[in-house]
């Protein structure tokens, strides 16, 4: 299989770092197919300890009608789990002035996967969380970023894309979560991706910025930033 995915062999570096630092991953859309089948891939290669957020009964039953396990997987229900009120609390204490929410509000949207997702890895129970875009939501980062704290220096929040052939592999690099960019946030998004590639997959970044006019054609301002 993986001889025959080139998007695995671009993904060798990565996943052989993941599998010398074992970190905890939080899956916002614990009961869906494809998030159970990809926690059963990331246990059982070693690649990371993989948390399901949904009911445990329901999950359970989902797994057995798709032929596998659990087994190595932990499951969190955000309804009922212990740290819904430290949580609760926490949102409360670190965001409530700024987003407006009084004690009773922190305390229902810390049960929403997201926002649940986000705190846990604001807490340290999880190094990371992964979220599906078809969550019903235009951008799922709205609802995190102003709980998950950026790295320092990082000005901007820029998607990334591996599109890996036979041939080669690229890296592209969005500006979805700010689809109005400056000149500047460009060029940062621009340097994370290269910082991506480089450090992630062991490749020698060289990079070009896309536009959609080619040799001038149309006048836009967007052209000009570019």
Do not use: M
Not at 120 to 131: C, N, P, S
Not at 132 to 156: F, M
Not at 186 to 203: F, R, S, V
């Amino acid at each position: 299989a993986e001889l025959r995915s080139p998007a695995r062999r671009a993904a060798r570096p990565a996943f052989a770092a993941a599998k010398t630092s074992i970190r905890r991953l939080i899956l916002v859309d614990g009961e869906r197919s494809a998030v159970i089948k990809a926690a059963r891939t990331l246990a059982g290669e070693g690649l990371a300890v993989p948390i399901l957020l949904g009911d445990l009964f329901r999950l359970e039953a989902k797994a057995r009608t798709l032929g596998v396990t659990l087994k190595g997987i932990r499951v969190i229900n955000p309804q009922r789990d212990k740290w819904r009120a430290p949580y609760a609390k926490a949102l409360h204490e670190s965001l409530g002035r700024t987003l407006g929410l009084d004690s009773s509000a922190a305390k229902a949207l810390a049960t929403d996967p997201l926002t649940f997702a986000a705190l846990t890895v604001v807490q340290g129970e999880a190094h990371g969380l992964l979220a599906l875009r078809d969550r019903g939501e235009l951008n799922p980062l709205s609802s995190v970023v102003s709980i998950l704290s950026r790295r320092k220096g990082a000005r901007c929040l820029p998607g990334f894309h591996l599109v890996s052939t036979a041939e080669r592999t690229v890296v592209l690099t969005d500006t979805a979560s700010f689809p109005d960019p400056n000149s500047e946030q460009l060029a940062e998004a621009a340097l994370q991706g290269a910082e991506l590639a480089q450090t992630l997959l062991g490749l020698e970044p060289r990079v070009a910025l896309l536009a959609h006019s080619s040799y001038g054609a149309a006048r836009d301002r967007t052209l000009e930033r570019i």
